[in-house]
């Protein structure tokens, strides 16, 4: 119950700093009248820190102590975030790089890294049907939407 | 109106649109089928497929997608016991029970059966409501407008999954993200950082796809590795008359699909709940009504037909909404509004004034899909049974692959793979914090149409308030939007909680 009231607590400090940073923002917009471009945002970095601070005094006292079965939304296999951290790095590089190195080259890439990274703990990693999953995949891709669809996918490297 | 409709089915009779029907059915299935993918990444990775389609074509496509995922979540309900999509939650009751009794097959049966059946009534009823609705909402002016979005905002975040602090949270976050961009009326921009790319604000698209399909792809991850293979049950098609039930089934089992269709077609058009929340609600009332209801839950096939009747006629309700006033119910009737406006379409009244002959193709469309989805669900079954042990690893970097080239295809800007990536990493904080992703998705289109209908009816009453109030039906959906926070406040700060809403929140 513990780590519940403290995740909640974290949750409203979380929405609470956010109505804050969007009321800082809000402030700094040129302002013309009463009713004007400012004046919606301003409504919703209220109600944001408003609700930020209920969720905040929410999480003060134990109200669901009844059920303690709905804290954790039924989380059965501790999440795994080295994995997380690995895909959201291989997002990034993904994207990062796909104008420069190029939508077929850097999509066989991703893929190929992705799949070892996603890979089950039981199972063995299989390079050669990965990497050709990864070549045919991208390449199948970038054919259709390339040349199907008219999508100007970068091509980067490749002139193809 | 047959005779437009006629005009709608001669326009979908097409080689090249029947083929793209069966596809998006086939595609939605499995989908729907396979837990952890959902009708929302279906949709989204397709879109990049229909860019360069004609409307009739991309929106036939889309539909029959729709139509699909949303029935597809039966086959692992019944076969795994786990739902492939929210919608099919109590068909696990039922279904799973019917299953281990060896009567797999009937209940697969049944729930395509009935999937359809209530898909038909659902669209028979948008066939009927969706124009008259158009007609009367073609006087609404903005007063209107701002309170029915008020009012849609305030009932998904109080109704969806979770506390109302955090839905209204969610909500209101949407429009904030619709806030960055250039402001309506007096256009000054706000919130762009000098950045030329977001002048135009986010795409909702890339916000739907960010929040709905890479969050998705996150969350897998934290778990993909601990995964075994799923064991999948196997059913055997041999000797199987008609779709593995008795006529006599059938016409015993009317009574209660009337009333789950009545159910699914009615919360459907409510925005914010949809078939999520109707296949729970149309099975306890099944079960109430029931002349046996403690046999519910042991395998009959009462609860399958409620379930999945309810479920599949929320497609028809979500429509009306949508099509008429151009709210979308839903994250699935969203990305369809996102598809919809691809290919030049506004959803609201003048729809139906303006391209009245598109609306009838959809609508027959719709049909084409259903009638579709009754006949390769159950014979291609055994293919679907299969595709449920295609492993995760695989699929889904292939799909996070169709989504990047799905954003950078709106407008050829890797600054959309970008903005998917953040609303990824926003959707997998939602999922974290337990908040629901429903409402930010909805405020964020309701948003800035609330905001330009203030303005602009703020305009025409001189800046009078009272302008929101006096009008009848814009003040009474503001007090309905009021009530409705008030109601749930005054049972939070008491303590007691509505059955019903206890039930779906859990």
């Avoid at chain 1, 992705?114 to 990693?125: E, H, N």
């Avoid at chain 2, 793209?20 to 089928?33: E, S």
């Avoid at chain 2, 135009?200 to 993909?224: D, M, N």
């Avoid at chain 2, 497609?315 to 006033?325: E, Q, R, S, V, Y």
């Amino acid at each position: 119950m513990d780590t519940h009231t403290r995740k909640e607590r974290l949750i409203g400090v979380v929405m609470l700093c956010a109505g804050l940073v969007y009321l800082v923002m809000t402030m700094n917009l040129p302002r013309k009248g009463f009713i004007d471009a400012a004046f919606v945002p301003y409504v919703l970095a209220f109600i944001l820190c408003l609700l930020g601070v209920l969720q905040l005094m929410n999480s003060r006292k134990p109200a669901n102590a009844g059920k303690p079965a709905e804290a954790d939304d039924g989380e059965k296999v501790p999440a795994d975030y080295p994995t997380v951290l690995k895909t959201l790095g291989l997002i990034v590089l993904y994207t990062a790089l796909l104008s420069t190195v190029g939508f077929p080259i850097m999509t066989a890439l991703y893929l190929y890294a992705q799949f070892i990274v996603l890979t089950p703990a039981g199972q063995k990693v299989n390079h050669i049907g990965y990497a050709v999953i990864a070549v045919v995949a991208s390449l199948v891709i970038y054919y259709i939407f390339r040349h199907g669809f008219d999508l100007l996918l970068p091509s980067g490297f490749l002139d193809i | 109106m047959l005779e437009l409709l006629q005009h709608g089915f001669s326009a979908v009779f097409s080689i090249q649109i029947l083929i793209l029907i069966t596809l998006g059915v086939g595609v939605g299935i499995i989908f729907g089928a396979v837990p952890g993918l959902t009708a929302v990444m279906a949709i989204a990775l397709s879109l990049p497929l229909t860019y360069s389609m004609g409307p009739a074509a991309g929106l036939s496509l889309l539909v029959a997608l729709y139509i699909g995922a949303t029935s597809g979540g039966l086959i692992s309900a019944i076969l795994l016991k786990i739902p492939g999509t929210p919608s099919s939650i109590a068909t696990t009751f039922d279904g799973g029970p019917m299953m281990e009794k060896g009567e797999g097959v009937k209940a697969l049966g049944a729930g395509i059966v009935f999937s359809f059946l209530g898909t038909i009534a659902s669209i028979a009823a948008l066939m009927f409501i969706a124009p008259w609705l158009a007609k009367v909402a073609l006087r609404f002016g903005p007063h209107e407008y701002f309170a029915i979005a008020i009012f849609s905002l305030t009932l998904i975040a109080t109704l969806s999954t979770g506390s109302m602090i955090k839905g209204l949270f969610s909500g209101v976050l949407g429009f904030v993200f619709a806030t960055v961009g250039i402001a309506p009326v007096d256009a000054i921009r706000r919130f762009t950082f000098d950045i030329p790319n977001l002048n135009s604000g986010f795409e909702i698209l890339t916000v739907l796809v960010g929040v709905f399909a890479i969050s998705e792809i996150i969350k897998v991850a934290e778990s993909v590795r601990a995964e075994r293979k799923a064991q999948v049950g196997s059913v055997s098609m041999k000797d199987i008359k008609g779709f593995g039930f008795s006529l006599k089934e059938f016409f015993g089992q009317l009574p209660n699909s009337i009333r789950s269709a009545f159910i699914g077609i009615g919360i459907g058009i409510l925005p914010g709940v949809g078939a999520g929340t109707s296949n729970i609600v149309s099975y306890i009332v099944a079960k109430k009504r029931s002349k046996h209801p403690e046999k519910f839950g042991t395998g009959v096939i009462d609860g399958v037909v409620a379930s999945e009747t309810a479920n599949n006629a929320g497609i028809g309700g979500a429509m009306i909404p949508l099509l008429t006033l151009g709210i979308p119910g839903d994250a699935v009737t969203a990305i369809l509004l996102g598809g919809f406006m691809i290919h030049g379409i506004q959803p609201g009244p003048m729809l139906f004034m303006s391209q009245g002959d598109l609306v009838y193709t959809i609508f027959a469309a719709l049909i084409l899909a259903a009638l579709m989805m009754l006949v390769l669900e159950f014979y291609g079954l055994r293919i679907f049974i299969k595709l449920l042990a295609v492993p995760k690893h695989i699929l889904l970097p292939i799909i996070l692959v169709l989504c990047v080239v799905g954003a950078f295809g709106l407008s050829s800007r890797i600054f959309d793979i970008w903005t998917i990536l953040v609303f990824g990493l926003v959707g997998y904080g939602f999922v974290k914090g337990g908040i629901p992703a429903a409402p930010f998705i909805i405020g964020f289109i309701l948003g800035p149409m609330a905001e330009t209908n203030l303005r602009r009816g703020l305009m025409l009453s001189d800046g009078n308030f009272m302008g929101f109030l006096s009008n009848p039906i814009a003040g009474g959906f503001i007090l309905l939007a009021v009530a409705s926070v008030a109601w749930h406040l005054f049972n939070a700060l008491r303590h007691r909680k509505d059955g019903v809403v206890e039930l779906l929140r859990s």
